[in-house]
Nanobody, 125 residues
Framework: QVQLVESGGGLVQAGGSLRLSCVASGGTFRNYAGWFRQAPGKEREFVGAISWSGGSTRYADSVKGRFTISRDNAKNTVYLQMNSLKPEDTAVYYC???????????????????WGQGTQVTVSS
């Protein structure tokens, strides 16, 4: 059973940066790994995803050009570098992995069966 633990969240001013980390234990990120976020009163939404090799990434339009996903398979860790943060980026950020997560379903929460507990990111204006 894969367990995911996120870290790196916090409070930052608009325009600032944060880097989130997600470490897997009890297994490895076998396929695509993804990041999602959920703001208060809103549904969970896709942020970005990365393939096992790191050679393929995809992002939500709202974060494209500002956020970057990377991974270090030797450390079983996936990262989310967030730059030029905006107040609307405020949310709980979740890391996800799946046994059958591929490009075609990597933007859907249903494509993942392992989730972290989430880390809060708050961007002040």
């Amino acid at each position: 059973q894969v367990q995911l633990v996120e870290s790196g969240g916090g409070l930052v001013q608009a325009g600032g940066s944060l880097r989130l980390s997600c470490v897997a234990s009890g297994g490895t990120f076998r396929n695509y790994a993804g990041w999602f976020r959920q703001a208060p009163g809103k549904e969970r939404e896709f942020v970005g995803a990365i393939s096992w090799s790191g050679g393929s990434t995809r992002y939500a339009d709202s974060v494209k050009g500002r956020f970057t996903i990377s991974r270090d398979n030797a450390k079983n860790t996936v990262y989310l570098q967030m730059n030029s943060l905006k107040p609307e980026d405020t949310a709980v950020y979740y890391c996800a992995a799946g046994d059958s997560t591929y490009y075609y379903n990597s933007y859907k929460s249903q494509g993942y069966n392992y989730w972290g507990q989430g880390t809060q990111v708050t961007v002040s204006s």
